[in-house]
């Protein structure tokens, strides 16, 4: 794999990562449980739905490998509940990709995109990161969850949840039929560089602040295998909000589309004027 295709791809594996939920409609097809039972036995099998509810703020952090690239890295995720969120991905002799939203903008760092300002569905998938109830209550995010049938992941007979958020992304979360633990999600979103599927596989669950979290996870990206193994997850742990400030050269956008937008409506107000 080139080095230039190769940050690409973590590129988009930072925006959708930093994705493993508006009224909403659940469904079940005849035979199968509904999707609320289906969530329902996974937030009693991880937690409960009070300590779910009692989570307002999470720290990971933890390496990145690209699995027969000899590429790794470090990578640190904050969310602070309802509305702001950040990650970065420090990769060795490469650089650095990040993405953050302080609950009013939302941005991306990439190596390979260089800085931007996020708009519409890219914005809205980095906000929903610092909205837990994506954890226990995915239906007052998605606008339509159905459970459409089973099937088999690494021999694990499991429940497939499709989800549909408008505008954003869709993706079929697969939940163990046994367990309830969720064990694979496949997630297709819309990048600038394209559609791209990417499929997430959680492992590991270990409890946290009374959650039971996933440790590892392995995502394959089609050109890459991306794994990530969590060495520390902290639960309602003090995170400074100065951690979700816009980076300088992201301010710096910032400012120059607030002046571009003062300019066009001090310009349509003139000739509104003039008219």
Not at 36 to 60: H, N
Not at 232 to 249: C, K, L, M, R, Y
Request: charged share 20%; with cysteine.
């Amino acid at each position: 794999m080139t080095k230039r295709l190769l940050i690409r791809t973590l590129a988009i594996a930072v925006a959708i990562t930093f994705t493993a939920q508006a009224g909403s409609m659940l469904h079940a097809q005849d035979d199968l449980p509904s999707a609320q039972d289906v969530i329902t036995k996974y937030v009693e099998a991880t937690g409960g739905l009070e300590a779910y509810q009692a989570m307002t703020s999470l720290k990971m952090t933890g390496t990145l490998t690209v699995v027969g690239q000899g590429v790794e890295g470090e990578m640190t995720m904050m969310q602070v509940h309802p509305d702001k969120a950040m990650m970065k991905i420090e990769l060795a002799g490469l650089g650095s990709e990040g993405a953050g939203t302080n609950g009013e903008h939302a941005w991306s760092m990439s190596m390979m995109m260089g800085n931007r300002l996020l708009e519409g569905a890219e914005a809205d998938e980095i906000k929903l990161q610092s909205d837990f109830r994506r954890m226990y209550d995915p239906a007052s995010i998605y606008d339509e969850i159905t459970c459409t049938g089973m099937e088999a992941v690494d021999g694990d007979e499991c429940y497939i949840l499709e989800l549909v958020r408008s505008g954003g992304t869709t993706s079929k979360d697969y939940y163990s039929k046994t367990s309830g633990l969720l064990v694979q999600s496949v997630t297709t979103s819309t990048t600038p560089m394209g559609e791209m599927q990417i499929i997430t596989m959680p492992s590991e669950y270990k409890e946290v602040g009374g959650v039971m979290m996933p440790h590892m996870m392995v995502q394959d990206m089609g050109p890459a295998k991306v794994e990530i193994v969590f060495d520390s997850i902290e639960v309602n742990g003090e995170i400074d909000e100065a951690t979700f400030a816009p980076p300088e050269a992201i301010q710096n956008l910032i400012d120059k589309a607030e002046a571009e937008g003062a300019e066009t409506e001090s310009a349509e107000a003139a000739a509104g004027d003039g008219g």
